[in-house]
C-alpha cells in the first residue's frame, strides 16, 4: 500500500468514526469530520498533507499525489 492509499482510507476512516460518534454520542463529533474534510480540500490545492508527511518518514511508499520531498 502506498501513502496515497493509507491517507485516504485514514480519512475515510476518520469521517465514518465522526459519524457514529454523532449518532450515539454528541453531534460536536462532526466538527472532526469537518476538519478532514477540510484538510482533504486544501491538501487537493497545496499537496502538504501532515500524514503523508509522516507516513514517508516511516518509509512508505510514495504515490503519484503526495511524492517523495527532497
Do not use: E, H
Not at 13 to 29: E, K, Q
Not at 52 to 66: E, V
Amino acid at each position: 500500500m502506498n501513502i496515497d492509499r493509507i491517507v485516504l482510507a485514514f480519512a475515510g476512516s476518520m469521517i465514518l468514526a465522526s459519524v457514529a460518534l454523532a449518532y450515539f454520542v454528541s453531534p460536536y463529533w462532526l466538527w472532526l469530520a469537518v476538519f478532514v474534510g477540510a484538510n482533504l480540500l486544501q491538501s487537493s490545492f497545496t499537496g502538504f498533507c501532515p500524514l503523508a508527511l509522516l507516513l514517508a518518514k516511516f518509509g512508505l511508499q510514495p504515490g503519484c499525489a503526495f511524492p517523495r520531498r527532497s
